[in-house]
T-cell receptor, first 110, second 116 residues
Framework: DAKTTQPNSMESNEEEPVHLPCNHSTISGTDYIHWYRQLPSQGPEYVIHGLTSNVNNRMASLAIAEDRKSSTLILHRATLRDAAVYYCIPRMDSNYQLIWGAGTKLIIKP | NAGVTQTPKFQVLKTGQSMTLQCAQDMNHEYMSWYRQDPGMGLRLIHYSVGAGITDQGEVPNGYNVSRSTTEDFPLRLLSAAPSQTSVYFC???????????????FGPGTRLTVT
């Protein structure tokens, strides 16, 4: 399995960019990297996913290292509503199961 | 679309009682699953289904049963509740076929279960 390492928590100021790192040094060549987030007392929410090249959507950008051993989720302008636990998930198995770690708790300071 | 709905939102059970957690989705997703989340932890898969009439076990299936008689509904049954089953339960669904992405799973709001 692809082992994931994320910081337990990070702080950022409102309206500034946030870079959330994730190390997945044992990822296989065909595993997509997924990011989900979980706002307080809510179910997880899909953010973005990618394989090799950088990806952008309305919520965030995903920067993937050339060797795919790490990735960074970028929130371009954090708001208080972005305070959540962010999960980096470098593996979905053949049963469509996402393998979840403990994630990074993002704290946004006004 | 209502998305993924779960009932009840909260439930307290005594040890040995049984109950069913309800999950429904209106997006015509083939794939549905149940996860549990313990405090400070990530999610763990209990059971999943890739279509009506098809179910299979996940990582932590013991003490739980599921059935999938329709595409929309995927109830989770606790057979004889134990304190170790105190957790938050999430139902999720997604597409898995054709050009539609299986990578975006949609989650319900969760059911907080306490077993005393």
């Amino acid at each position: 399995d692809a082992k994931t390492t994320q910081p337990n928590s990070m702080e950022s100021n409102e309206e500034e960019p946030v870079h959330l790192p994730c190390n997945h040094s044992t990822i296989s060549g065909t595993d997509y990297i997924h990011w989900y987030r979980q706002l307080p007392s809510q179910g997880p929410e899909y953010v973005i996913h990618g394989l090799t090249s950088n990806v952008n959507n309305r919520m965030a950008s995903l920067a993937i290292a050339e060797d795919r051993k790490s990735s960074t989720l970028i929130l371009h302008r954090a708001t208080l509503r972005d305070a959540a636990v962010y999960y980096c998930i470098p593996r979905m198995d053949s049963n469509y199961q996402l393998i979840w770690g403990a994630g990074t708790k993002l704290i946004i300071k006004p | 679309n209502a998305g993924v709905t779960q009932t009840p939102k909260f439930q307290v059970l005594k040890t040995g009682q049984s109950m069913t957690l309800q999950c429904a989705q209106d997006m015509n997703h083939e794939y549905m699953s149940w996860y549990r989340q313990d405090p400070g932890m990530g999610l763990r898969l209990i059971h999943y289904s890739v279509g009506a009439g098809i179910t299979d076990q996940g990582e932590v299936p013991n003490g739980y049963n599921v059935s999938r008689s329709t595409t929309e509904d995927f109830p989770l049954r606790l057979l004889s509740a134990a304190p170790s089953q105190t957790s938050v339960y999430f139902c999720a669904s997604s597409y898995i076929s054709g050009e539609r992405s299986s990578y975006e799973q949609y989650f319900g709001p969760g059911t907080r279960l306490t077993v005393t």
